[in-house]
């Protein structure tokens, strides 16, 4: 399995510039971020995060808010109200448990028990956990948002149907550690652009020779792909693993 995953990622870099992660937010300011991502666009949530922080500098005013005036300054980040209450949840009993809204001492537990904490907050799934993980404190997760989801379910590295923590489950062990930030990044941007959920262009995608979805003739069919577009993108090699 390894090899197909290294093999998928290979095929993903081709063409573009070299992978470099982008800053690091502090633990609790990703938790927030990853909350105002759901169900909206980045350039939205980057909107909603970045309001939400000009109005309230500091996550102790964010938590003593009045919920519609935190609704207000996250409008453009969609579901605003769910959002809001969601939030100064997760902020209250942060405090609660640590005395101040600081999850500093997250850095001194191993990835099990860090994980444990975060899904133990209000409304933070395996998803936001991971995210965390991952960008905030460098470890070695892997998020499963909807474009990964779909994307390794045609891959044919999960069966249709698995759900979202399932698939938490399974994929993390199936790709290398030092190459998950990097894989997560381009299955969502390949996701996005590519293998979209509606109408996939599969006879332009760089992983149609090792995609079970995508060598499969019938898929072609159900989405109207012209003849010469269908011929041209049957696979020519065998799969990889």
């Known amino acids: 399995m390894t090899d197909r995953v290294l093999e998928v990622l290979r095929r993903l870099r081709a063409g573009?510039?070299?992978?470099?992660?982008?800053p690091a937010l502090p633990v609790v300011d990703q938790v927030v971020a990853t909350v105002l991502s759901q169900a909206t666009s980045d350039?939205?949530?980057?909107?909603?995060?970045?309001r939400l922080?000009?109005?309230?500098?500091?996550?102790?005013?964010?938590?003593?808010?009045?919920?519609?005036?935190?609704?207000d300054a996250i409008r453009c980040g969609g579901i605003a109200?769910?959002?809001?209450?969601?939030?100064?949840?997760?902020?209250?009993?942060?405090?609660?448990?640590?005395?101040?809204?600081?999850l500093d001492r997250l850095d001194g537990l191993d990835d099990e028990s860090a994980e444990a904490y975060?899904?133990?907050?209000?409304?933070?799934?395996?998803?936001?956990?991971?995210?965390?993980?991952?960008?905030?404190m460098g470890r070695a997760a892997f998020p499963v948002d909807t474009h990964v989801h779909r994307v390794t379910t045609r891959l044919g590295w999960i069966p249709p149907g698995t759900s979202?923590?399932?698939?938490?489950?399974?994929?993390?062990?199936?790709?290398?550690?030092?190459?998950?930030?990097?894989?997560?990044?381009?299955?969502?941007?390949?996701?996005?652009?590519?293998?979209?959920?509606?109408?996939?262009?599969c006879e332009e995608c760089?992983?149609?020779?090792?995609?079970?979805?995508?060598?499969?003739?019938?898929?072609f069919a159900r989405h109207d792909v012209p003849a010469d577009q269908l011929a041209a993108a049957r696979p020519r090699s065998r799969r990889v693993g």
Request: hydrophobic residues 40%.
């Open 53 to 71: 922080k000009d109005r309230f500098p500091a996550w102790e005013q964010v938590a003593d808010a009045p919920p519609e005036e935190i609704a």
């Open 81 to 102: 109200e769910r959002k809001a209450r969601r939030i100064q949840e997760i902020l209250a009993a942060i405090e609660d448990r640590e005395g101040a809204i600081t």
């Open 16 to 22: 573009r510039e070299s992978f470099a992660p982008g």
């Open 206 to 219: 760089v992983l149609r020779e090792v995609c079970a979805y995508g060598s499969d003739p019938a898929h």
């Open 43 to 50: 350039v939205n949530s980057g909107r909603a995060f970045a």
């Open 164 to 201: 979202a923590a399932e698939a938490h489950r399974l994929l993390r062990p199936m790709v290398p550690p030092e190459v998950r930030h990097e894989l997560h990044i381009a299955l969502i941007r390949h996701g996005r652009t590519v293998c979209q959920a509606r109408r996939p262009r």
């Open 118 to 136: 975060l899904t133990s907050l209000p409304g933070v799934g395996p998803k936001t956990a991971a995210c965390v993980l991952m960008f905030s």
